[in-house]
């Protein structure tokens, strides 16, 4: 499958360009398509009559497994973090969508689903003919899919990043194997219990997390943040999400003014979508007042 990458422009010497993975499909956009695919195919494969997973309200994972089981003609059971969701009239847009596309609710609270998002067995009790998705989508199976964001071409950089959620897309870069090339997240989340998660899917040491850009921890978000997605969009017409790519594209563009990346290198950033994260977003935005992200002006 080949991916449009656009030329974004040249900082402090360093070349930057986007892989536009969040082109690949309207509804199931970038690493979800990716770590979709192989997922779905095992799914068909072993005749399973549905597919439980988990996530919270504005969930990327959630909104594209409703969207993929409902074209494949597979039930879609999502267990969502925060009981107060039982009720209808506090549903986020993500979960309105992802209920259209015929997709099951399970309310559960935070504390329940923290314990209980990994314990495959209790939900195979209940759900004995489901076939069990992580949240967020990360399995071996996503990984497999993620690797095939790269191309043997993609040697041409010295530097491929991407945002970090729960480990599985960067994961996958790192499996791509492309010699002398340096492979960096950006994490989300604060916190460095990734590093460990990501080095149980993958081994090398041709990578790295950068730190420090999660603007006060995982879907927190600040006006400067805001201001910074907004301005991107205007400058270069590339939509960012406030949860992962904006935070990621921020850090990239800090690192490169502060000289981190050396003179020359050129930069290719993996743009994994969850742009339709953004309604939900500004309807809290709007609510608290606060100023609103416009990248589809």
């Known amino acids: 499958m080949k991916v ?21 499909h309207p509804f199931i956009s970038g690493n979800k398509y990716r770590k ?3 997922n779905l195919q095992y799914i068909q494969e072993h005749q399973y009559t549905s ?23 597979v039930n879609a059971i999502g267990v969502i973090r925060g009981d107060e969701l039982m009720d209808s009239k506090l549903w986020s847009p993500t979960l309105i969508q992802a209920h259209q596309w015929g997709m099951q609710f399970v309310f559960v609270s935070r504390n329940d689903f923290r ?11 209940l759900y004995p003919k489901a076939y069990i998705l992580p949240e967020g ?4 199976l996503a990984i497999k899919g993620c690797s095939e ?24 870069l790192i499996h791509a194997n492309l010699p002398n090339v340096k492979i960096l997240g950006f994490p989300a989340l604060k916190g460095d219990f990734l590093r460990q998660d990501i080095c149980s899917f993958a081994s090398g040491n041709n990578w790295d ?38 935070k990621a ?26 742009l339709q994260g953004i309604s939900g977003v500004n309807a809290i935005l709007q609510k608290k007042n606060q100023p609103l992200i416009q990248v589809y002006e």
């Open 115 to 125: 314990i209980l998002k990994t314990n495959t067995a209790y939900w195979q009790s």
């Open 51 to 73: 597919v439980l997973t988990f996530g919270g309200a504005h969930s990327n994972h959630i909104a594209a497994t409703a969207f993929a089981a409902f074209k494949n003609k």
């Open 137 to 140: 989508g990360t399995n071996s």
């Open 209 to 246: 997390l950068i730190n420090g850009y999660e603007f006060g921890g995982y879907g927190k978000i600040t006006p400067e943040l805001i201001a910074f997605i907004n301005t991107f969009y205007r400058n270069f017409k590339i939509p960012l999400d406030p949860i992962y790519t904006g």
């Open 249 to 274: 594209m921020f850090g990239i563009l800090d690192k490169i003014q502060s000289g981190y990346f050396p003179k020359g290198s050129k930069i290719l950033f993996i743009h994994t979508g969850g």
């Open 36 to 38: 979709l695919f192989y």
């Open 4 to 24: 449009e990458t656009n030329y974004i422009g040249t900082f402090n010497d360093v070349q930057l360009y986007v892989r536009r993975e969040d082109l690949i």
């Open 149 to 172: 964001i790269l191309t043997p071409e993609d040697i041409c950089y010295d530097f491929i990043a991407t945002a970090v959620g729960t480990g599985g897309t960067i994961s996958g």
